[in-house]
């Protein structure tokens, strides 16, 4: 079982990033995904979920109107589409496949599978 997490880099205050996270090794139909970030000397913070259908999505209030979470069911990817980047976005980013679907974001510990992160580093 993998979750492969991919897109990051560093970039100006301002600029876009997508982040994908391609899942494999096992069926994730009945896992909400999403994504997670942590800053250095911070503790892991939630930042979007989708169902696979996309007929349920939560953002962080951080992030709304900036970030836009997503999927490809053919290809079992998750994306997190970055827009107008803030330093304080600077982040490791984490995704992660919820095994209670889209309840309870808030119990970290006993998510389910994490990717491995993918920094993310925004420039002022």
């Known amino acids: 079982v993998q979750l492969q997490a991919s897109g990051g880099g560093l970039v100006q205050a301002g600029a876009s990033l997508r982040l994908s996270c391609a899942a494999s090794?096992?069926?994730?139909?009945?896992?909400?995904m999403g994504w997670f970030r942590q800053a250095p000397g911070a503790d892991r913070d939630f930042v979007a979920a989708?169902?696979?259908?996309?007929?349920?999505?939560y953002y962080a209030d951080s992030v709304k109107g900036r970030f836009t979470i997503s999927t490809d069911n053919a290809k079992n990817t998750v994306y997190l589409q970055m827009n107008s980047l803030k330093p304080e976005d600077t982040a490791v980013y984490y995704c992660?496949?919820?095994?209670?679907?889209?309840?309870?974001?808030?119990?970290?510990?006993?998510?389910?599978?994490w990717g491995q992160g993918t920094l993310v580093t925004v420039s002022s």
């Open positions: 090794g096992r069926s994730f139909s009945s896992y909400g």
């Open positions: 989708t169902s696979w259908s996309g007929d349920t999505i």
């Open positions: 992660a496949a919820n095994s209670r679907g889209m309840n309870k974001w808030d119990n970290i510990p006993l998510l389910g599978y």
